[in-house]
């Protein structure tokens, strides 16, 4: 798909590249404590089937996980209650999925935060009892996944606009797919950039929040030469593309560099403070043919969110609003269906309070 942007030829293998299981053995010395749990077959269907429906949790009436037991799950004459047991547990069908998962969010302390392959379910926090990522059972990465059209994207249109994606219309079910969990840990949104890399140069780092921070302005030099510094020992030369994203978090005493993810250079990814157009036009200089005094003195554009940016005061559209719910509705959602029956009737009712009321109005006037 043309975009009228100089973009180069954004391939499917580029897009695998920056799929969290392809680099993070890799740069596992320098990401956030995190693992990764494969993702059978059985368990991408039922992200994709429509509607939720959640496996029992740990004490419910639920058909136990032994297959010796009883052999209730073998034997033809047994196929009806499989059937019915399906339904109330989904899990049945990935049951080793569902213990790795509680196992691994034991192992990281109890609570952990889940992406896909490319994406975290950011968009469908408003659903999460924390309002928040973070997930103490299954059930709760479970409901996030399900209600996110990120994960979604990552499901279905992973490889959507790359030059080979008619080669790959059918590739999509060999992709490698994992549930990533990290650790949780509460991130200060200020020290959170995003780092722009062209031809294997470090040209532009921005805030990933887009709020003003004063404290940053003062720092600027040194987070700058901070991130440029693990970019130039870790990424520059072991990251297979020449172009791609990285965003890494910077915690106090701001002397290291946590690699968070890794961003395909297409656009699909968020230039946030700057425009796709300006990354793919701005001035790089050919380093090996420069004086090393040169070099020295070009350094990649930071930009931060000043007190009187427009983006510092951007509070009428709320941070992944598109893919939000009315309030009214999720509390009428979380009461089961008689609370979105009764929420219908309500709806209709205020309706047509409205309509009788317009009418008296047109007719007194």
């Not at 379910?121 to 299954?138: G, H, L, Q, V």
């Not at 062209?198 to 600027?220: P, S």
Request: hydrophobic content about 40%.
């Amino acid at each position: 798909m043309s975009t009228g942007l100089p973009f180069p030829p954004v391939t499917r293998q580029h897009i695998l590249n920056c799929s969290y299981h392809s680099w993070h053995p890799k740069y596992r010395a320098i990401t956030p404590k995190a693992r990764l749990v494969p993702l059978p077959a059985a368990f991408l269907a039922y992200l994709r089937a429509d509607g939720i429906v959640l496996p029992p949790e740990d004490g419910d009436d639920s058909p136990t996980w032994s297959d010796s037991d009883s052999g209730i799950f073998s034997g033809a004459d047994n196929e009806a209650d499989d059937d019915a047991d399906a339904d109330a547990d989904p899990s049945i069908a990935w049951r080793d999925t569902h213990e790795a998962i509680a196992n691994v969010i034991e192992e990281l302390g109890g609570k952990v935060a889940p992406k896909l392959n490319w994406s975290a379910p950011k968009d469908a926090t408003w659903i999460a009892a924390t309002n928040s990522m973070e997930c103490r059972t299954p059930n709760d990465i479970y409901l996030l996944l399900k209600s996110s059209d990120f994960v979604t994207h990552d499901l279905q249109h992973a490889f959507d606009d790359t030059a080979d994606a008619e080669a790959a219309v059918d590739a999509d079910d060999a992709v490698p797919y994992h549930l990533v969990l990290r650790k949780w840990i509460t991130l200060n949104p200020a020290v959170e950039f995003r780092c722009f890399v062209r031809q294997r140069k470090l040209i532009a780092i921005c805030q990933r929040d887009l709020n003003h921070f004063d404290f940053l302005f003062a720092m600027q030099d040194k987070l700058r030469q901070t991130i440029q510094e693990s970019f130039d020992i870790r990424l520059r030369d072991t990251f297979p593309d020449p172009n791609f994203t990285f965003d890494v978090y910077i915690p106090p005493p701001h002397d290291r560099v946590w690699l968070v993810d890794v961003n395909p250079w297409a656009q699909r990814t968020d230039p946030l403070l700057f425009s796709w157009l300006e990354l793919l036009t701005l001035p790089v200089p050919e380093l090996p043919e420069l004086e090393d005094d040169v070099i020295e003195m070009w350094t990649p554009e930071f930009r931060l969110v000043g007190r009187d940016d427009p983006e510092a005061y951007g509070f009428t559209t709320p941070q992944y609003s598109a893919h939000k719910l009315p309030k009214d509705v999720v509390d009428a959602s979380r009461g089961g269906e008689g609370n979105l029956r009764e929420f219908a009737l309500q709806w209709q009712e205020a309706q047509k309070l409205a309509e009788q009321q317009r009418t008296e109005d047109s007719e007194d006037d």
